[in-house]
């Protein structure tokens, strides 16, 4: 059978890549190619070089001052040319971006079956700026096989109608990356870890902080540099934030909290840096999706700046603590937690509502079920 995966921003990478991986292993059954929009492109090929993956085709999307709708047409118009040059059975796209809806549709016009990893999430919140949950709502809309990170997710598949045979509980291939980053960094010396370690403070508490949400653009962001500034003007601590290479959030970044004492404004990393530095953080102030994936199962506290999550299993976990982007609810959680932590030491992987590790067996599993 002929699979395509296609992919084009940093976060499918990472959670794309073990099952790429896996497929390796399964050469006898299937023919894999790899697509990538380019929809972030420097973050991609950082996880692309990491991982060893070489695109097959390369869509080169990436255009300054794009917006969404000519960035969907781009994904559709590109897609369609692949799909006709190399004709598979089976799509594979990946959570809630452009690319992965955009190209669910172009290979849903093909009568190519999608495959959609880490399906189900909601929020079910719609209204503007949320493209991500209408993204993942149209997806489900096309897919043919649904491989949900938790029952959670499934039901709410089943909610919306989807046939249970088609809905596949296999965890969250996050976990395979997260796992796999370790053993590597444990085995091989990075240049870049070995830089920031020279930057890295041996007293003070480390805050990792990232940002990059739509919904967080604009005045949000502006409140959340505002919070960040007071929280390391009257703190002892020090908070790392490599910057997302947007403009709305790098320009505004700098312009607030670019030379604040305590605060590290530094370039996005590279994927076995920011595990590394996930795991020595204190706790984490984020907005980011696998970001909280990541560090709950390190057994990080997580600030999350939203007013909603698509993921409550770790909001009830107690891990991830909905702070919103109002400077008051930012700053009051941070004094808790640099209160009642000292600097934290290198952890091991806990358990995770996403699973073991082994996501991408699992799919492959009941992929090679649905082509007998
Ligand atoms: N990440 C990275 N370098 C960075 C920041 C994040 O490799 O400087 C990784 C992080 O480990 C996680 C993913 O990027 O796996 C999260 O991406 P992002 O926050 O951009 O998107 P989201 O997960 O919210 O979709």
Not at 3 to 10: E, K, P, Q, S, Y
Not at 205 to 220: A, D, I, K
Not at 328 to 338: H, P, S, V
Request: one cysteine or more; aromatic letters at 8%; proline letters at 5%.
């Amino acid at each position: 059978k002929k699979i395509l995966i296609a992919f084009g921003t940093r976060p499918e990478a990472i959670k794309m890549a073990p099952l790429i991986n896996e497929f390796k292993h399964h050469k006898n059954k299937y023919e894999v190619k790899i697509c990538v929009t380019g929809q972030h492109r420097e973050l991609l090929d950082q996880v692309l070089d990491f991982f060893e993956i070489v695109p097959d085709y390369d869509l080169k999307l990436m255009k300054s001052k794009q917006d969404l709708s000519q960035l969907t047409a781009a994904v559709i118009e590109g897609m369609k040319v692949v799909l006709d040059s190399f004709n598979p059975d089976f799509l594979f796209v990946h959570g809630d971006t452009t690319t992965s809806t955009f190209a669910a549709l172009a290979g849903f016009y093909a009568g190519v079956k999608v495959c959609h990893v880490e399906a189900g999430l909601r929020t079910y919140n719609l209204s503007f700026p949320f493209p991500e949950e209408g993204n993942r709502q149209l997806t489900s809309r096309l897919a043919y096989l649904h491989f949900t990170p938790t029952a959670i997710a499934s039901t709410n598949l089943l909610k919306e109608g989807i046939d249970p045979k088609h809905i596949c509980l296999t965890g969250n291939t996050i976990i395979d990356a997260l796992l796999f980053a370790i053993e590597k960094i444990e085995k091989n010396k990075y240049l870049q870890i070995e830089d920031l370690k020279q930057l890295i403070s041996q007293e003070r508490p480390v805050v990792l902080v990232t940002c990059h949400r739509r919904e967080n653009f604009g005045q949000n962001f502006e409140q959340i540099c505002s919070a960040l500034k007071h929280i390391a003007e009257t703190n002892d601590v020090q908070l790392i934030y490599p910057l997302h290479l947007n403009p709305n959030i790098h320009d505004t970044a700098h312009k607030i909290i670019g030379n604040v004492k305590n605060i590290n404004l530094i370039e996005p990393l590279a994927y076995p840096t920011f595990i590394w530095l996930m795991k020595i953080a204190s706790f984490i102030i984020t907005d980011s999706g696998g970001i909280q994936e990541e560090g709950t199962a390190l057994g990080k506290p997580i600030l999350l700046m939203r007013t909603c999550t698509e993921r409550p299993e770790l909001a009830d976990s107690g891990l991830v603590k909905l702070v919103g982007s109002d400077p008051k609810g930012i700053i009051d959680e941070a004094t808790i937690l640099l209160r009642s932590q000292k600097r934290s030491q290198s952890v091991a992987i806990q358990s995770s509502p996403y699973g073991k590790g082994d996501s991408a067996k699992q799919i492959l599993n009941v992929l090679d079920t649905h082509i007998l």
